[in-house]
């Protein structure tokens, strides 16, 4: 157990329609990352945030969007969905600005199916 | 362009013999390096990470990685595997300047330690 959480476990929806998924960072960390691992596009970095601001930005779509609350929670919004939008979407934290040689903590993932 | 290449999608081996898992990685400058294993349904956990220091990195689970900069690889290898190290396993780097502390992976490597 990483002691990163995340909300649903699996979300099954339809094309055209919005979903928010939700992630708890460890205790303590700052900073929290979503990753998208699909089968075509393996593991993918789409977004950071540092302590409610966001930090870098990565392949993230526009009709997605993050963002971090004052008790670091973060929730990710997808809109829009198409069906290459299904894959598990992960969330990780790390302690402070979350330096490079900082290890990132893995939530177990999000299984998002858009039919 | 800056880039993570794991060799081979998938390796099946034997219980109790050796198995290394390749990972090389494109780039000039200075990087972090990271195993992180996938076990079924689960999230990612990490085996072991390069910062600096002793180009020999052991992890947990019996785990090592040798880091070899004019090769710009990192592979994974481990004396005698057991069924349970039966997972995916994915090499990342932090490529650092500007791609922040952001993960970049490579495809993964399908292990099946058969008995």
């Known amino acids: 157990d990483s002691g990163v959480t995340q909300t649903p476990k699996h979300l099954i929806t339809a094309t055209g329609q919005r979903v928010t998924l939700r992630c708890s960072p460890r205790?303590?960390?700052?900073?929290v990352y979503w990753y998208q691992q699909s089968l075509d596009q393996g593991l993918q970095f789409l977004i950071q945030?540092?302590?409610?601001?966001?930090?870098a930005k990565g392949n993230i779509l526009e009709r997605f969007s993050a963002q971090q609350f004052p008790d670091l929670h973060s929730e990710l919004n997808l809109s829009s969905l198409e069906l290459g939008d299904s894959a598990l979407y992960f969330c990780?934290?790390?302690?402070?600005?979350?330096?490079?040689?900082?290890?990132?903590?893995f939530g177990p993932g999000t299984r998002l199916t858009v039919l | 362009a800056q880039s993570v290449t794991q060799l081979d999608s998938q390796v099946p081996v034997f219980e109790e013999a050796p198995v290394e898992l390749r990972c090389n990685y494109s780039?000039?400058?200075?990087?972090?390096l990271f195993w992180y294993v996938q076990y079924p349904n689960q999230g990612l956990q990490l085996l072991l990470k390069?910062?600096?220091?002793?180009?020999l990195v052991k992890g947990i689970n019996g785990f090592e990685a040798e880091f070899n900069k004019s090769q710009t690889s990192f592979h994974l290898r481990k004396p005698s595997v057991h069924i349970s190290d039966t997972a995916e396993y994915f090499c990342?780097?932090?490529?650092?300047?500007?791609?922040?502390?952001?993960?970049?992976f490579g495809e993964g490597t399908q292990l099946t330690v058969n008995p």
């Open positions: 990780a934290s790390s302690p402070g600005a979350g330096s490079s040689y900082n290890e990132q903590f």
């Open positions: 205790s303590g960390d700052l900073s």
């Open positions: 945030y540092y302590n409610g601001e966001e930090r």
């Open positions: 780039s000039s400058v200075s990087v972090y």
């Open positions: 390069y910062l600096s220091g002793s180009t």
């Open positions: 990342a780097v932090n490529f650092g300047g500007t791609s922040g502390s952001r993960l970049t």
